[in-house]
């Protein structure tokens, strides 16, 4: 087979919607589009607010960026009471840790210089083990004791905020924007009863909110035992560690994840394994 070869890729991206359906198109497949999530501002920025003002007081030691989106949030947010000159001169006075490229790219835009660099994947785990080595050499990055903020992209990670409370941190969660469902959730719906048919052959993650909303949707249409056979039965692509994490809280585990978590990487490699994996999938579920 070339490519999905007319296969049925869903598509659970919201952004980037048509963007995605234009690549599985150019790849030979069927796309299947389906958002599952919104961005949103939180009703409330106080949590935001009240980091600038501590930050500008000098009253954290330590600064973690999760996400682009949030780190240009965090500074939206702190403009609306405090100077930007300000905010980020009290950023350059501590020392910020992004967790990957994109809050990397924003810093720099800012005038921000990283402390540490996170290595690919660029999960928790990968945070950690590089705040770790840190502390080994450089006595200032010792996490016991250290006023650590840690900007949050939607929902809370535990194990992040588990690990540096492990390590002796004082972790201030820092909450800037959060994820809904579409406000027309009508595909969405149309697509979890056509997974739970087996009309599905390929899905496409490429963020664990996705994962999250899926399920829950498909809880409150009564689908979500049906929905698992579904999803075990089509190929299961995952954009990389951390979407991997949350289906496999869901009891599905991802058949492939691309070499490097970027949507086009995730697109080619589906569509060069899928017809492999789908066989041998297939085949499995007709013998069991």
Known sequence: MNGFAGLRVLALESRRAQELAKLISNYGGEPVVAPAMREVPLDSNTEALSFA??????KFDMVIFLTGVGTRAVLSVAETKYPREDFIAALQGVKVVPRGPKPIAVLRE?????????????TWRELLQTLDEAAKSLPDFR???ARIALQEYGVSNPELIAGLSDRGAVVTRVPVYQWALPEDVVPLQSAIKELAAGKIDIVLFTTGIQ???????AAEMKLDDALRP????????????TTSEELQRKGIRPDLEPSHPKMGFLVKEASEQAAALLSKKRQGTASA
């Open 53 to 58: 003002e501590a930050l500008i007081a000098q």
């Open 110 to 122: 800012l005038g921000v210089t990283p402390a540490l660099t996170v290595p690919e994947p660029n």
């Open 143 to 145: 996490l016991r004791g």
């Open 211 to 217: 994962v999250a909303h899926l399920f829950e949707v």
């Open 230 to 241: 579904g999803l075990r039965r089509a190929v299961v692509a995952s954009i990389g560690p």
